[in-house]
């Protein structure tokens, strides 16, 4: 990554190092291709069960999406689809801890969405009856209300929706935590080692190959974020995904003007375990244009239309690169997936100075504050920001978990809790009906995520 601009100060802290085993295993019961939270909390739930289960990370444990989110983990406002992993999801992140023997920065501070309109409230006040329906203690609150649990001098909010059970994490330090304790119960997590392609004989999957040599194994899990569709393409199997560029910042420590996680049209906010906070413009969301824009985009555009301000778009390099990348390839050759070891977007600096300018409006209190760090990370959303979860058609053994369209990190262990009773077959009592590919292919209309 490089700095084009005085407050884009980076640095590699989004993922703490991994040790990765240096022999690779000849076969397993089950291999995962890719080590964001996906792939690592469903490690660790089949080793638990004393599967054997290999890893297989092309980069770093949480080097993309996993590692370069914001770090909320909310149930407020999710769609009905989402809602039963969700709040498994939180019920595992409340005993992570415990469990696993390590910091990851959970605490169950709160998520807030602070409204500036009365209209604006009364959508969000829509989704209490969603709450309600799932036991949670969501509820709308007054601005005076809010504002014990926001110090701002600003008066620009008439209440919020709230939701105290919500909760935060470290992303840099949970991922990686969640990957040593599946190398603990015996999973083989192995970094620096990506996955080519797939064998198969009599339509079903006999082995992966990687940049390392073959794993021979009889059930495969695509949990490969940004580069699903594209790997899944070269096996023949049309996942519709494209990829949306989001900047983000963190402060250095600074007075305590949130207690946990802040969205608003402008500014969102959480206060980091450090005491700082990860900052960024909630709305500032861009797409380069692709290839796959014209591949899928017809089954993007009832989501687009919902929000057609929200999404920069713009053609460029992306453009460029996918254009050039082969759809199939050799898997005795350097890939794609070798020579992009850790997809590291530039951030916007014109979102960063943005971000600086909401931030101080709402915040006078924190005017100057420095920006430590700024990045960018590369949000993968499937047509209706719900995601795929599913064994592929024609191929068996191959599945798929990808889609996690910008809130995956929250809920991923219980996502992962679903994943292992598909892949084992024994269930998880989560019903993964929706979650199906086939949605998008078979007439279904394809509803966007209605959340709050
Ligand atoms: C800026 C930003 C903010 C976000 N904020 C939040 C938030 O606050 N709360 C929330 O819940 N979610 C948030 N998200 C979304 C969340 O981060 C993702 O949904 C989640 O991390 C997806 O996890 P994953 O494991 O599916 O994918 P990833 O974390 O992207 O992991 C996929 C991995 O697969 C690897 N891989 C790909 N191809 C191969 C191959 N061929 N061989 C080997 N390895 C391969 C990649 O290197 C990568 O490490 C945000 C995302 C971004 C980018």
């Known amino acids: 990554m490089s700095g084009t601009s005085p407050e884009i100060l980076v640095s590699q802290t989004w993922a703490q190092p991994f040790d990765s085993p240096r022999s690779y295993p000849e076969s397993a019961d089950i291999v995962i291709i890719g080590g964001g939270i996906i792939g690592v909390s469903t490690a660790w739930f ?35 689809r989402e809602m039963p992993m969700i709040v498994e999801s939180l019920r595992i992140w409340r005993g992570l801890e415990e469990e696993i023997g390590a910091d990851v920065g959970f605490a169950e501070t709160g998520c807030l969405y602070a409204a500036r309109t009365d209209k604006q409230l009364d959508k969000y006040a829509d989704w209490v009856k969603t709450a309600a329906e799932y036991g949670l203690d969501t509820r709308v609150i007054s601005a005076d209300e809010l504002r014990q649990h926001v110090r701002s001098r600003s008066s620009i909010w008439c209440g919020a929706l709230y939701t105290a059970s919500d909760g935060r994490a470290e992303p840099h330090r949970a991922v990686p935590a969640i990957a040593r304790a599946a190398s603990r119960e015996g999973a ?8 080519r392609g797939l064998e ?17 194994t009889s059930v495969v899990l695509c949990a490969a974020g940004a580069w699903t569709s594209m790997f899944c393409r070269s096996v023949g199997i049309a996942v519709p995904q494209l990829k949306v560029r989001g900047t983000v910042t963190r402060t250095a420590p600074a007075a305590n003007v949130v207690d946990g996680c802040l969205f608003d049209d402008k500014i969102s906010i959480r206060r980091r375990q450090d005491g700082g906070y990860t900052a960024v413009n909630s709305m500032q969301l861009e797409h380069g244009i692709t290839p796959s824009t014209f591949r899928y985009g017809a089954k993007f555009l009832r989501a687009f239309m919902l929000d057609p301000t929200g999404m920069r778009l713009s053609i460029g390099r992306e453009f460029v690169e996918e254009w050039n990348t082969p759809s199939t390839w050799d898997l005795d050759a350097e890939t794609v997936f070798e020579r992009t070891r850790v997809l ?63 809130h995956g990190f929250g809920i991923g262990p219980g996502a992962a809790i679903a994943i292992t009773g598909m892949l084992t077959g024994y269930g998880a009592g989560i019903e993964l009906s929706e979650c199906r590919l086939g949605r998008f292919f078979d007439g279904t209309p394809i509803r966007p995520q209605t959340s709050a």
């Open 46 to 80: 089949l080793a638990k069960r004393g599967i054997n289960v290999a890893l297989c990370e092309k980069g770093h444990i949480a080097g993309e999406q996993s590692g370069r989110n914001w770090g909320w983990i909310r149930q407020q406002g999710r769609d009905t």
């Open 188 to 195: 083989t997590v192995l970094t620096s080692c990506a996955v």
């Open 200 to 216: 198969s004989a009599a339509g079903r999957i006999s082995a992966v190959v990687t940049e390392h040599g073959v794993i021979k």
């Open 344 to 406: 590291d977007p530039e951030p916007n600096p014109k979102t960063i100075k943005s971000i600086r300018r909401n931030l101080e409006i709402v915040f006078p209190q924190l005017a100057g504050i420095e920006f430590v760090e700024s990045w960018a990370g590369m949000i993968e959303a499937t047509p209706d920001a719900i995601p795929v979860i599913d064994e592929a058609e024609n191929y068996e053994g191959f599945y798929i978990a990808t889609g996690f369209s910008g």
